[in-house]
Each structure stands twice: as C-alpha cells, then as structure tokens.
C-alpha cells in the first residue's frame, strides 16, 4: 500500500485534478491519498489557505465576511464545474464555512488555525465526492477518525507518539480509497491546530508511518529535487537520490519541494519517500531513503541559502571559565519566546543565529537591554540581513579540502562568510553571508560541485 500526497498547485483547477484522478486511478495500491488546499493557477494568484487567512482576520474584525467566503467557495465551483457535478456539494462547503465564521474559538491563534486548515477540509470532501460521481468508491476521512492527535501551539503542532497505534488500527477496505485533508489535526481537547506551512506533507509522513506504507509519494510541480534553485542556477542537476538527512538539511535552507518535518515520520520507520511531478508522472522523479541504500555521485548534493536572519554577537572574556553561561542566555530567549538556529562559538564569543521572523515589535531592543544587564558583556552586536547557506552531502567527509575549495571559490568573488558552523556529522556545511551576495554564493558553490563528481 502507497500513501500519495498532492500538493496544492496540484489541486488548483479542474483540469488539474482531472490529472490526479488519473494518477490514482493507475496504481491500485495508491490507497490513502493526503491533499492540500486549491494552489495558485497562475503568476498573481491567491491560494486559498491565504484566502482563508483574510477570512479569518475579517472575522478577528467584526467585518462582513460575504464577499470573502464567495471568493473561497468559487474556486471550488470552478473545479465541480469541469466534472459536471451537482450544485449541491459547493452548497454544503458554502454552509460548512459559513458556519465557522459564527462559531466561538478558545482564542484568536485557535481561531485561525480553524479557518487556515478548511481548505484541506473542503478540498478533501470535493475530491472524494469527484471520485464517487466518476464511480470510484472513495471516502473522506478526517484526521480525527484515523486517531491523529497533536499538541504544541495552534500554528506549530506537533504529532502526539501514540497516535501512530490508533493509525495502524484503522479499517481500511480493501476496495476503497481513502482521501485525508492535509495540514491539521486535533489536540486532546478536540481543537484543531495546523502544522507548519507545507503541513500536508507531514500529515502524509504520519500516515506512511502509522499504516505502515511501503512508499510514500509526494507529487507537487517539479519533477525532481534538484542541486540547487533553478531560480538561481539554470537547469541545476536533478538529484536521483538523497538521504533522509540530506533532505532535511536541504529543506530547511529553502527547498521547499518537501517540509523538513516530514522526513522524521519516514527516517524513523525506513519508508522510502518518492517526489514526483503531477504533470510528468512518468518522470522517475527524486528518490529520499536511508544512507544505506543511496549511492552518492558528489561530494556536494545540494547547496541552498535561507534568508531573513540576524545574528547577535556577543563577546566577554572567559566564557569558556564560566558554568552556566550559555544556558543563562538562552533563559533570556526563552523569555521572549525566541528560539535560535545555529549558535556557533569561541572560548571568549558565542553568535546566535535568529530567524527575524521572532523578533516582533520591541523584542529585539529588550533582548539587547536584558543581556546586557545579566550577562555583562565586553561587546554586543546585532549583525542584520545574513543569508545562511547550507552546503550539504554525505560525500563532504570524504575529501577533506573540500572546505578549503568552498571558501576559495567564494574568496574569488569576493565573498568572506561572517560565520561558518560545522557538525561532528559532517554532512553540511553553514555559512553566514551577505543576503545580497546569497545567489552568487549558490552559483559559485553549485559550479564547484560539478567539477568534483565522484566521492
């Protein structure tokens, strides 16, 4: 059995869909099927979980919230409309969505998180009541029912241990395909609460694991992870296979072709991971599986930069000589509810690396004024606009100037990292650079990956 996962430009038009059915429709072990809410159908388009969110602030604000759920509900008329069905399902999903603009929520992050996941809800129900109209015996099921539960914030959750046991009871008939919403679940209260942005990937990792799949297949609009961004580098290297590890690290730096959350579910059960094209799916595509079973070809896999960080620099002689030093900073961050990325340091220096996203309104002034009168140190600096670039391969360790060539090629274009940070693991490499100078770091780094093939 194959869980299949369908991301939302995969989703965005009839004529879209239309090629999913037939994705599923020719392999009969595709039988649990995750899907995202409708995408962008063109440059300039909203997606609908956008939609949502201005839903949910007209709410938040008392204002009339007609013409914003007539805008959602249309672009599921559009797609009914290609497949000639009834009025009638586009008329419960304009009741459903009404019905939760008059409900009471726990709080404002709840609220939201309620609007943000009915995307996947409705479109989940579309694409089951599709498939049934075309004579396919398909069910929704909702995360509720398949005994996903999750804690955490209500925009950050996280998947609870036991609820993989309650999964791998569920009764799957032999002759149904199943059709889950992507994105949410619920808490042990009944609330909903969303995964990170890109959730539906991790709600397809979860059911891999739980129903114990033998491939989870993640189709989106690229037919292949490629080496680095093709909006950076033309016609990069498509990468046949990568590891678990190296997907994370390469999610995490911006390639958003699959959540980096997604891969713990598959690396902790060995469950291959196969990206795919849904408008090539005869493309082989990229295959993620354990470090055993992937042969590497260079010593460089991928190299992608992640923008909008800051560092703080913070120097004081003998940092090393005092216990508890690091932890006392980290209890300031923790004050403020930042949490940090890298955190490379020195016997006298640590610099933290945040992402700017947390540094709201006044934060960053009170973090300054706290440490400075906790922790006393001989120098404090706000280091603004760094892009951090992940370099990475299970190959790395294997050619030990490989570094040393790193930092030539971008000496010679005049780029000088302001931190470099290495794992024991040796599979990636961060550099702290300029943001204006990321795109030539990549393209400088990816032309070096090409000329040393072979680990």
Request: some cysteine.
């Amino acid at each position: 059995m194959k869980v299949i996962k369908f991301g939302g430009s995969s989703l965005a038009t009839g004529p879209q869909l239309a090629k999913v059915l037939d994705i599923i429709a020719a392999d009969p072990t595709r039988r649990v099927v995750v899907v995202s809410a409708p995408g962008k159908r063109f440059k300039g388009d909203i997606k609908v979980t956008d939609l949502l969110g201005q839903l949910a602030q007209a709410v938040i604000a008392g204002a009339d919230v007609t013409a914003s759920v007539d805008a959602i509900i249309a672009r599921y008329a559009d797609i009914t409309a290609d497949f000639g069905m009834p009025d009638t399902i586009v008329g419960h999903l304009r009741q459903h969505l009404l019905q939760m603009t008059r409900q009471s929520y726990l709080n404002l992050d709840y609220l939201t998180a309620t609007f943000m996941a009915q995307g996947e809800f409705m479109n989940a129900r579309l694409v089951a009541a599709v498939m049934r109209h075309r004579g396919v015996n398909a069910r929704f099921v909702d995360p509720k029912a398949l005994g996903m539960v999750v804690s955490g914030r209500p925009r950050a959750a996280n998947i609870a241990p036991d609820s993989y046991a309650r999964i791998a009871e569920f009764n799957l008939a032999p002759d149904e395909t199943i059709i889950v919403p992507g994105f949410f679940a619920y808490d042990r209260a009944g609330h909903i609460a969303t995964f990170a942005r890109g959730g539906s990937d991790i709600t397809g990792s979860i059911l891999a694991r739980g129903l114990g799949a033998e491939l989870y297949e993640n189709f989106t609009d690229v037919s292949s992870v490629y080496a680095a961004d093709p909006r950076i580098v033309a016609h990069p290297r498509a990468i046949k296979t990568l590891t678990y590890r190296e997907m994370r690290e390469l999610a995490y730096a911006g390639f958003t072709v699959f959540n980096d959350e997604a891969i713990i579910p598959m690396s902790q059960a060995n469950i291959p991971v196969n990206v795919k094209n849904t408008n090539e799916p005869a493309a082989r595509g990229t295959i993620i599986a354990p470090t055993k079973n992937v042969n590497h070809h260079h010593h460089i896999t991928g190299v992608a930069a992640k923008h909008n960080f800051v560092a703080l620099y913070l120097h004081r002689y003998l940092i090393n000589a005092q216990v508890g030093f690091t932890l006392r900073l980290l209890r300031i961050f923790e004050q403020y509810g930042v949490s940090y990325e890298h955190m490379p340091s020195g016997i006298d220096d640590l610099t933290v690396i945040i992402d700017k996203a947390q540094l709201g309104a006044g934060i960053k002034e009170a973090l300054t004024d706290d440490i400075t009168r906790k922790l006393h140190p001989d120098h404090l600096e706000w280091l603004d606009d760094i892009a951090i670039l992940m370099v990475v391969g299970e190959g790395l360790y294997a050619k030990p100037t490989i570094i040393a060539q790193i930092m030539g090629c971008l000496a010679d274009i005049g780029i000088a990292p302001s931190i470099l940070n290495q794992g024991a693991s040796r599979i990636s490499l961060m550099l702290g650079v300029p943001a204006d100078r990321a795109a030539d770091a990549v393209r400088a780094i990816y032309a070096l990956s090409e000329t040393h093939p072979h680990p």
